[in-house]
Structures are given as structure tokens and as C-alpha cells.
């Protein structure tokens, strides 16, 4: 029998069972999102400026934890896709501002199922996603602090 407390036990690791959870997890997403043309981390940027648009690289790379060198790639493929549009600021050329397209905008109609669907994949009612979003959260910030 494993002792859970235990403290170099895999399945005691907090870090793994994140981990392993948000692999699933994004497995779940891929072929719903696939049927928008994005991957997960796409999505999570589309995300983002569905709520905010006209942001700069710099705000978004912050809203979404990545670094600017995981960001550009990203951004530049969405761009190819025609789902969005990088343009320098006039005032400071440092500042690349994003703003989504006709074809960007359109895809929010379109993905407007995808959270509801993965959410039936957890087995999970509402209340308990909910409550497990926000205890996620809750961790998200102290880790960040």
C-alpha cells in the first residue's frame, strides 16, 4: 500500500497530477479545436482577444504566462490564417499591437460550443469546474506573486 504522504511518490506530486490532468485535458480539446483550424494554444490566444482586442504582444504574452519567443510564432501562424493582424505602433516602434479580422471575430461564433463540450468530457458538473477553476486559479497567483 502507498503511503500518501510520502513525499517522492509520483502520485503524491501536486505538480504531476496538474501536469498529467492538463495533458488530458488538452488532448480533449485537440479534436474540437481542430475543427476550427486552431491548436490549444491558439485557441487560448483567440481567447484572449475575443475579450480584449487591440492589445499589444506584450499584454497578451502576459495574460496567457508565455514569453515573447513561444508568443511570436504563435501570433505569426494566426496571422498566415488571416484571423489577425500585428501592426507596429506609430508612436513606439517596440510596440506591436494585435487586432483580430472579419475571420477572426467570425471564429468566435463558431468555437462558442467548444467549452461546453470539453467540460461534458470531464464528467464534471458545473459547480465542480467551477470550483476547481477558481482553486486553480487561487494557485495560479500565488504562484505568480
Known amino acids: 500500500m502507498k503511503n500518501p504522504l510520502d513525499p517522492l511518490l509520483l502520485d503524491n506530486q501536486l505538480c504531476f497530477a496538474l501536469y498529467s490532468s492538463s495533458h488530458l485535458l488538452t488532448k480533449t480539446y485537440k479534436p474540437l479545436l481542430k475543427e476550427l483550424g486552431l491548436t490549444y ?14 492589445v499589444t504582444v506584450g499584454a497578451l504574452g502576459e495574460r496567457l504566462y508565455l514569453d515573447s519567443g513561444t508568443l ?17 505602433s506609430g508612436e513606439d516602434e517596440r510596440q506591436v499591437f494585435i487586432h483580430l479580422t472579419d475571420k477572426g471575430r467570425a471564429l468566435k461564433r463558431a468555437a462558442a460550443s467548444v467549452p461546453a463540450r470539453a467540460a461534458s468530457a470531464t464528467g464534471m458538473g458545473l459547480m465542480e469546474i467551477i470550483k476547481l477553476r477558481d482553486k486553480l486559479g487561487k494557485l495560479r497567483e500565488r504562484l505568480a506573486d
Not at 494554444?41 to 487591440?54: F, N, R, S, V
Request: glycine fraction near 4%; avoid cysteine.
Open 41 to 54: 494554444p491558439q485557441y487560448l490566444a483567440m481567447l484572449a482577444l475575443w475579450e480584449e482586442d487591440g
Open 72 to 88: 511570436t510564432p504563435l501570433l505569426k501562424r494566426l496571422e498566415a490564417a488571416k484571423l489577425l493582424k500585428r501592426e507596429r
